[in-house]
């Protein structure tokens, strides 16, 4: 009942009508009744309630207070409204001086969590333990303005002898519930109390209005929340035929693709995204609550801005043509085959269904990083580049004990040592010369409570391995030109194409450094190394880009196939992954041949011109893993007219990377001489 609809006399407490109450309130617990033309319904059904609920009518005062520990976990709890009140509680603290009363904010189990007001009174209120950390539940403290605001859901006045118990007769209080602005949902309860001298019909009207101002504050964080979680989201929209909807940090879905409604149908769920249904399950605290029957764990990927959790992504694979039948390899939400052709789907750990293999040295090295997830220690990732070293990152993080936190990346190749620095450090406003307003948060504090993942961390700078080091062993950082530490809890999986060891033997990686970062370590295989994966990759990839570019049949013949099979792949799966790429979006026909492959790999692989293909059992011109390399290499310099920012970009590798790569193949020539043409 809002307290616009509820009549004066319900509403308000008159404090003229004391002695009859009081005189109510000993027949009440005689047995005789509580009868009276001065006892308010509400009052009655308080009484009733206390009664029931066995709460003792002598009580003098409330349970002490919870631990100070206890009292800052719920606060933590209760961030959010805490962040909507601070302001108006601050007013508080210099409206309500003199006047004999105080302010109190509790949360939806009664328990105040911050009090503000006349000084004195808050040494008043300590005597019935009207304090931070108590709770003032009707089942506790019996009828009083906090308690009944909350069991009734509307703003309540309770005057002197109206209390229930009798220690609590000296005090007059004023009360409201505090209402999500989305959903009502009853967040807290807002309380003004004083000895019963402070008696005051404009109490109430106060109570209400400062309800009134939290719920305005808390729809525009809710707003500021909602531009970041979308913002954030953004690069999922972007193609792809996954049904994708967004979820808020309360569970609500605030955004859909195209198609959402018909992959959610598809797996016989009931999601109305006309009129969106809070799931529990997807709510930041709704640890514990069962997810609806049709909802997939693996379907969830947490979304975050800046370090915080701001809510949760559902990306459900859409069947092409209806649900997979049995045999059939099931597809992960990238359209990749969760369990390869001939292998068996425990061999492949759930949170790694997106790496493609029927290897048995790689599905080895999938189950070592499931089993090390779960862990929190550093986990160093070796392997060449583009073996896939982020895929496994992203399994760790999702299997770990930090998957609820964020994953935050960063390359450390190709970076100055002071970009790197800023990145990885953040620093304050005016910390240099070109410092943003305000300062910026480095990728170590944004990864609080989640992953940092350092990709070819063998390029960081040697002085600046110390500084990570004691981020890792004290959890503490300092931003660039600050003096004060924040604490940080995250875990570290790093990864390197360098052979760390000799890096350290050569005295370009601290020692100390690397048995803090390598205190597990995973190889990945090479391409080259996982015999049969060239042609499943292959086949996946076609399908996937011939899906995503909306083009007709594709597949590869076997010349075209052995030729894949019979190169080096120095670039591993991500150059796999390009190279059928260019094919599919160039090739013509349904069926590609050798005509097809790129210059550049056909040029490495021995393949003519426009002419007679090359049959399939013709040797290969590359005969070794370094001759792939240096060709593949100096077709990028040519093409990039010996720009190599842009070649290592075409590359896909660090820019330092392909600066040692020219050195060890002494292409410096080759550069000139393009240079200079």
Not at 301 to 311: H, I, N
Not at 319 to 331: H, K
Not at 485 to 506: G, S, Y
């Amino acid at each position: 009942m809002n307290a616009s609809h509820t009549p004066d006399g319900q509403m308000f407490s008159d404090p003229g009508n004391d002695a009859e109450v009081m005189a109510a309130w000993e027949r009440f617990l005689d047995g005789g009744g509580g009868a009276s033309d001065a006892l308010r319904g509400l009052i009655d059904g308080s009484w009733q309630r206390c009664q029931q609920l066995n709460v003792d009518p002598e009580k003098r005062r409330a349970p002490p207070p919870v631990a100070e520990a206890t009292l800052a976990s719920m606060k933590l709890r209760h961030s959010e409204l805490l962040q909507a009140s601070a302001p108006i509680m601050a007013c508080a603290r210099d409206f309500l001086a003199q006047t004999g009363t105080v302010m109190a904010l509790a949360d939806t189990s009664s328990t105040i969590l911050t009090m503000e007001g006349d000084n004195p009174t808050l040494g008043s209120a300590e005597s019935i333990h009207l304090l931070p950390g108590v709770s003032w539940s009707e089942r506790i403290c019996g009828t009083n303005a906090i308690g009944t605001a909350l069991a009734v859901g509307q703003p309540v006045q309770i005057h002197s002898a109206e209390h229930y118990c009798a220690g609590i007769k000296r005090w007059t209080c004023s009360a409201t519930v505090i209402r999500h602005p989305h959903d009502g949902e009853i967040l807290g309860v807002v309380d003004v109390s004083g000895l019963s001298e402070t008696y005051s019909r404009q109490s109430l009207a106060l109570v209400v209005t400062t309800a009134s101002r939290i719920e305005s504050r808390l729809t525009m964080l809710e707003m500021e929340r909602r531009y970041r979680l979308l913002e954030a989201a953004l690069p999922y929209w972007a193609g792809g035929t996954d049904g994708i909807v967004l979820f808020d940090r309360r569970g609500y879905p605030i955004k859909a693709n195209e198609n959402a409604q018909a992959a959610i149908a598809a797996f016989g769920a009931d999601l109305d995204l006309a009129a969106p249904r809070r799931i529990a399950a997807l709510a930041l605290d709704g640890e514990g609550q069962p997810p609806p029957p049709w909802l997939r764990a693996d379907w969830l990927v947490p979304v975050s801005s800046r370090g915080e959790r701001l809510g949760t992504l559902l990306i459900v694979p859409l069947p092409r043509l209806g649900r997979a039948r049995a045999g059939e390899p099931v597809r992960d939400l990238a359209g990749a085959p969760a369990v390869a052709p001939g292998l068996r789907s425990a061999e492949v750990p759930a949170g790694f269904a997106s790496i493609v293999t029927a290897d048995a040295g790689l599905c080895d090295a999938l189950r070592k990083a499931d089993q090390l997830a779960r862990s929190r220690v550093p986990v160093l990732l070796l392997g060449e580049t583009g073996v896939g070293k982020e895929e496994f990152a992203q399994g760790i993080h999702k299997a770990s004990p930090f998957h609820d936190g964020p994953y935050v990346a960063l390359n450390c190749g190709g970076l100055s040592r002071e970009l790197l620095a800023s990145e990885l450090f953040g620093y304050v406003e005016g910390a240099f010369t070109g410092a943003r307003k305000g300062g910026l948060v480095g990728k170590i504090e944004a990864a609080d409570g989640g992953t940092l993942f350092l990709d070819e961390i063998g390029e960081m700078p040697l002085d600046l391995q110390p500084h990570l080091l004691r981020v890792l062993e004290q959890g503490e950082i300092y931003r660039l030109g600050e003096n004060t530490p924040r604490k940080v809890n995250f875990r570290l999986i790093a990864a390197t194409h360098r052979d760390l060891r000799q890096e350290v033997a050569a005295g370009r990686f601290r020692m100390d450094f690397y048995y803090r970062v390598a205190v597990t370590s995973i190889r990945i295989p090479s391409l080259r190394e996982r015999r049969g994966d060239v042609r499943l990759l292959a086949a996946h990839f076609v399908e996937l880009f011939r899906d995503r570019h909306g083009l007709g049949p594709r597949r590869l013949d076997n010349a075209l196939l052995a030729a894949l099979d019979a190169y080096a792949w120095p670039g591993n799966v991500r150059e796999l992954r390009n190279v059928i790429e260019s094919m599919v979006l160039m090739g013509e026909g349904d069926c590609l041949g050798l005509d097809a492959l790129p210059p550049e790999l056909a040029m490495a692989q021995g393949v003519p011109g426009p002419g007679p293909a090359q049959s399939a059992g013709a040797a290969p011109a590359v005969r070794s893993i370094a001759t792939g390399e240096v060709e593949l290499i100096r077709c990028a310099i040519a093409a990039t007219r010996g720009n190599l920012t842009q070649a290592a970009r075409e590359l896909d590798i660090a820019k330092s990377t392909l600066y040692q790569k020219v050195k060890q193949y002494g292409l410096e020539s080759d550069i000139s001489r393009i240079r200079s043409g």
